[in-house]
Structure formats: structure tokens, C-alpha cells
């Protein structure tokens, strides 16, 4: 990928993004793609046959498929060659965690492999511990999870009793504690264990190998959905951790846990990807064969809404996922440049966009919920049915809104962290807010200028704006209680996830147009009038919420009447926009937007 103008977490709210400088997936390269499919081809013969007996958790068979696609070396696609992995581009693992995420409890087992099970010890661990480890988990020898969650700590993880005290003779850490929710916990090899030393406020990270004498593993939890991934409890009793297995340094564990929750929760807008363009498969082939009232669902205006939608989203959220992918990347590649370790780089990298995870996050969860739903309802009273493909695909989706931090702890935290960078220099927030409320009096009429890209980028501008006035409002309002106003806060987060979407979507449109040419866009033209045009209502619904929950009298109205007026876009013939999408996506049987 070319190297483009440097963005930051956070700035595109402040700045106008170009097209240019932003990555999109018809970008890949041939390496790229031929890594992706050899993980589809992968699943085709090994997962996808034998999801019956993974649900029913057949005793090693996930062990054992996670340990084929280590011999294939899909375990160590971004592990350096020094550790024995492939040592690919943030860009490149994160497409092929798009053709994993299509595989359902797999999908889970080896996400958790190859993300929080491996990369806390890559990105942190000392080259003794990477040496005696890392080629290991790369090559499927042993199997990794990632122990932070406990029964009286959910989402405040630093809440954790776990405890580790230095043995006498200053060898060992005593590590007592109960650990909850542990993914791949029925068969991991080695655990990353958080814990608090002696009385220390903070978490440290530990290395500890499961069959050390003192862990005991519970029986696997019964679950609503992902039923073949593994899900344990797992009691540490007076286990003796080698001081050598402190992971970092000592107090740094809460740290590591929330920037491989950045990385987690980036890896899952990645992940939905996959489960949603295969939950449209299975859409648009279904109501392509059913047949009512002689004419086949694919026919009726109603499935045809619905087809087009699932497109819409999934389409809006790669659009979205992979632009901030490339942003990553690009300040990965920069430090990498400039002589930084590969593990720093990539962890500055991921946290530097801190905000657009969460935001990801909370969309991408959403979209599959979306796509996942309709895809039942086409089915009708066969999508009930277990016997159809979408019974796991529905029950599945539903942990990704939970995973990785709840969708609402994703919703709070946007704000509090991009109000956070406000004070830095170089994140002028409340300087450009200032501007907005200075010429309120330019919303006082609808202006629409001509020109489709022009209309487009106006209205991505006035969203901008919009967020920008409820945020500022809202903290001049409430200050340093605004942290307790949970429900103006994730108005505004709202506010933000559908502009990111929007603006996203809007630069790949344009994107793709100079890779293209005009005549290839039409259809993606849709997509984007329809996303917009469905954004801006809901955008206009959770400022219009946050402004009534705050003023009354005057103040109401003035900032009713800007963020209406900022919210306000060309109306669109949704009807025919949708047929057309869901035309191209019936006629070709399979998603290939």
C-alpha cells in the first residue's frame, strides 16, 4: 500500500479524509488474497463438514482442527519469521480473520489461538519467553488462552481478586485465584493469567502452563450459542509460577489487558465479516429455491428489502473495517521505520486508534446481529429450525456484542477517550466545537450544494458538526459528572458510529471510482444513498434525544433547529435503490459486492 497522509485515532472527526489516503478491500494484493483463501480452503475441507460434532464438543476434535491449521501455518500468520510464523502485515492477518470469521465456534477457538492467547506474550513477553513459546503457538504444539475475567469482575476487570505473593526463596509466585468465561480453557496448553501482586492496585500478566500442579479445570460451561467453543472456569490453587513467567513488568497486566482488548475488538469487526456475508449466502440462495404463492421469495418486494440490507451494512462495515486497518498499518509501518520493535509498534499502533475499535466494535457486532436476524426471517419457519444453517448463525452472533468489552462499556468509553485527547495540542476538539457554536446562525436554512460526491462530503461535514456540538455541549453541561450521564453519552456515540460508517462508505465509493471508472459504481452509488440517507434519520434521533435530555426553552430550540438543519439530506427513492442491490445479489446467487 502506498504511503498516504498520517492519520489519528480520533481525527476524522476533525479533518477531511481524502479517498486517496484511506485502504480499501479491493486493494489486496495477490499474497494477500492467496492467504485468504487458503484459510477458506482450509475451513471447506476441514470445519465446515464436521459442525455438528463441533457444537456437540467432541472430546479433542477442535484441539485437533487448531492443530491442523497450525501445520499449514494459518496459527502464525502475523508471528515474525524468527518465531517460526509468516510475519504478514496488520492488514493481512486482519483479512484472514474475515475468512475465518465465517466459521462459527472455530471462528471463536482460533481467534482466541491467535489473538488474546498469543499476542500478550508476543507483543510483551521477553525474547526468553518468545524463544521457549512463541514457535510453539505458532506452530499448533500448544494451544493458548487468556485468563482476565472473574466471577465478581466482569467489565471493571482491575476489580480481580487473584492473587500472586513471591515465595520465600524469591523463585517462585504463589498464584491463588478463579478465573471465569475462558475460552479455549478446556484444552489450552498456556494460560496468560492476571493477578495482583501481594497488595498492589493494579493487575500484573503472568505465563502459566496448564498442567502445572495446582490448576484445575472445570467442565465446559453449556452455552446459547458458539456451543463448540470451549468455555471454562479454571481455579489456580498455590500454583508455583516461575518469577521468569511475570509477563512485562510488574503492575503492568492492566495495561496489557486493554490494549489486547483495542486489538480484540478490531480483530472482531474483522471477524463478523465473514459470518456476515455467509449468512447472506445463505439468504439469497434460500429465497432463490423457496417457493410461495407459486412465485419464489426472491421475487417479493418485502425479501428483496431485506437482501439489500444485509448488503448495505456488511458493505458500510468492510468499508469502515478496513480503513481503519489501513490507518493501523500505516503507523505500524512508520514506527517500524523509524527503528521501533515490532511488538511496540504494533501495540502503539492499535491503541492510537483506541476510539475507531470501539466504534467498529459496537458496528460490525450490530450489523451481523442485523444480517443474521433477517436471515431467519427469510427463511421463515425453517430458519427456527435447527436443521437449517441459519439456527447457528443466529444463536452465535449474539455473544459478539458482549465479547471483548459489552457494547455498552464500547458506547461510554468513545466519548470519555476522545474527550480525553481534546487537551492535547494537536487534537484541537473543543477549538473546532467552539467554531461550530460561534456560526450556529449558518443551520438557520437548509442548504444543499450540487454535485453527487459534493452533496456527500457536505453532509459528512454537517455530522462532523453535530457530533461535535452534542459532545462539547454535553461536557460544558455536565463537566466531570458527564461520565454519569451513560445515556447522552451513547447517544452521541451513536452519532459517531453511523458518521464513521457513512464516511467510510462515501470514501470507498470514491476510491473505487478512480480504480474503476464511473460505469462500475452505480450500484455502490446505491449502497451509499441508502446508508446515508437511513444514517442521517438516526443521527438526527440520538442528537435530538441528548439535546431534549439537557435544555429546555431557547437553548432547546436553537440547538434543535442546527441539528436539524445538520442532519438534513437529499431525499433518496429507497425502494428502487434496494431492488437494484438485491437484483445483483439474487441474480449472482452469492455476495459479491
Known amino acids: 500500500m502506498e504511503k498516504n497522509e498520517l492519520m489519528r485515532g480520533g481525527e476524522f472527526l476533525l479533518k477531511q479524509t481524502k479517498a486517496k489516503d484511506i485502504f480499501i478491500p479491493e486493494e489486496f494484493d495477490d499474497e494477500q488474497l492467496m492467504i485468504a483463501q487458503t484459510c477458506e480452503d482450509f475451513l471447506g475441507a476441514e470445519v465446515f463438514p464436521h459442525l455438528d460434532r463441533i457444537d456437540a464438543q467432541e472430546e479433542g476434535l477442535i484441539a485437533s482442527l487448531l492443530k491442523k491449521s497450525g501445520e499449514l501455518g494459518l496459527l502464525g500468520i502475523s508471528v515474525p519469521m524468527e518465531y517460526e510464523g509468516f510475519d504478514q502485515s496488520f492488514v493481512t492477518s486482519m483479512r484472514a480473520n474475515e475468512s475465518m470469521g465465517s466459521a462459527y465456534s472455530f471462528s471463536v477457538a482460533y481467534m482466541a489461538h491467535t489473538g488474546i492467547g498469543t499476542l500478550p506474550l508476543l507483543y510483551y513477553g521477553n525474547d526468553e519467553q518468545k524463544q521457549k513459546y512463541i514457535p510453539k503457538l505458532a506452530s499448533g504444539e500448544m494451544l493458548a488462552a487468556y485468563c482476565l475475567t472473574e466471577p465478581g469482575a466482569g467489565s471493571d476487570a482491575n476489580s480481580g481478586k487473584s492473587k500472586a505473593v513471591l515465595s520465600a526463596d524469591g523463585k517462585h509466585y504463589i498464584l ?48 446459547m450459542g458458539i456451543k463448540g467453543s470451549s468455555t471454562t472456569q479454571i481455579f489456580f490453587n498455590d500454583v508455583k509460577v516461575p518469577v521468569e513467567n511475570l509477563l512485562g513488568k510488574r503492575g503492568q497486566g492492566f495495561r496489557i489487558a486493554l490494549n489486547i482488548l483495542h486489538i480484540g475488538r478490531i480483530k472482531l469487526g474483522g471477524t463478523v465479516l465473514g459470518a456476515c456475508k455467509t449468512a447472506i449466502n445463505n439468504s439469497v440462495n434460500y429465497s432463490n429455491e423457496r417457493k410461495q404463492f407459486n412465485s419464489l421469495l426472491s421475487s417479493f418486494g418485502a425479501i428483496k428489502h431485506k437482501l439489500a440490507e444485509q448488503v448495505i451494512r456488511t458493505w458500510a462495515a468492510e468499508s469502515a473495517v478496513y480503513r481503519a486497518t489501513g490507518d493501523v498499518n500505516q503507523i505500524i509501518q512508520t514506527m517500524l521505520a523509524e ?48 436443521e437449517a444453517p441459519v439456527d447457528r448463525a443466529y444463536r452465535d452472533s449474539r455473544i ?26 494537536d487534537f484541537p476538539l473543543f477549538e473546532k466545537a467552539k467554531e461550530i457554536l460561534d456560526n450556529l446562525s449558518k443551520y438557520d436554512q437548509i442548504e444543499y450544494v450540487e454535485g453527487f460526491y459534493e452533496s456527500k462530503e457536505q453532509n459528512v461535514q454537517n455530522f462532523k458538526d453535530a457530533v461535535l456540538m452534542m459532545m462539547v455541549l454535553a461536557n460544558e453541561k455536565f463537566s466531570k459528572d458527564l461520565i454519569k450521564e451513560q445515556e447522552i453519552l451513547m447517544n452521541i456515540t451513536d452519532m459517531m458510529v453511523d458518521l464513521y460508517a457513512v464516511e467510510s462508505t462515501l470514501l470507498r465509493v470514491q476510491k473505487l471510482e478512480q480504480l474503476k471508472g464511473e460505469s462500475h459504481m452505480p450500484l455502490y452509488k446505491d449502497i451509499l444513498d441508502t446508508l ?49 442491490i438485491a437484483d445483483k445479489l439474487i441474480d449472482d446467487n452469492i455476495y459479491k459486492f
Request: glycine share 10%; charged share 25%; hydrophobic share 40%.
Open 176 to 223: 491463588n485465584g478463579q478465573k471465569m468465561w475462558i475460552t479455549n480453557g478446556g484444552f489450552a496448553d498456556l494460560l496468560t493469567v492476571f493477578a495482583k501482586i501481594d497488595n498492589d492496585r493494579v493487575l500484573s500478566a503472568f505465563m502459566v502452563e496448564a498442567d502445572w500442579e495446582g490448576v484445575t479445570i472445570n467442565p465446559e460451561e453449556k452455552k
Open 339 to 386: 527503528g521501533q520493535d515490532k511488538g511496540e509498534s504494533n501495540i502503539a499502533g492499535i491503541a492510537e486508534f483506541a476510539i475507531e475499535a470501539a466504534l467498529l466494535k459496537v458496528y460490525g457486532s450490530e450489523a451481523l446481529d442485523y444480517v443474521v436476524d433477517e436471515a431467519v426471517q427469510i427463511f421463515g419457519g425453517m430458519g427456527y429450525s435447527a
Open 400 to 425: 459478539n456484542r458482549i465479547f471483548e468489552g459489552t457494547n455498552e462499556i464500547n458506547r461510554l468509553l468513545v466519548v470519555d477517550t476522545t474527550l480525553k485527547k481534546a487537551p492535547k495540542g
Open 532 to 580: 446515508m440517507y437511513d444514517a442521517a434519520t438516526r443521527i438526527y434521533k440520538a442528537g435530538k434525544d441528548a439535546i431534549n435530555n439537557m435544555f429546555e426553552g431557547n437553548d432547546n430550540q436553537k440547538y434543535m433547529q442546527a441539528l436539524h438543519a445538520m442532519t438534513s439530506v437529499h431525499g433518496v427513492n429507497t425502494k428502487e435503490a434496494r431492488r437494484r
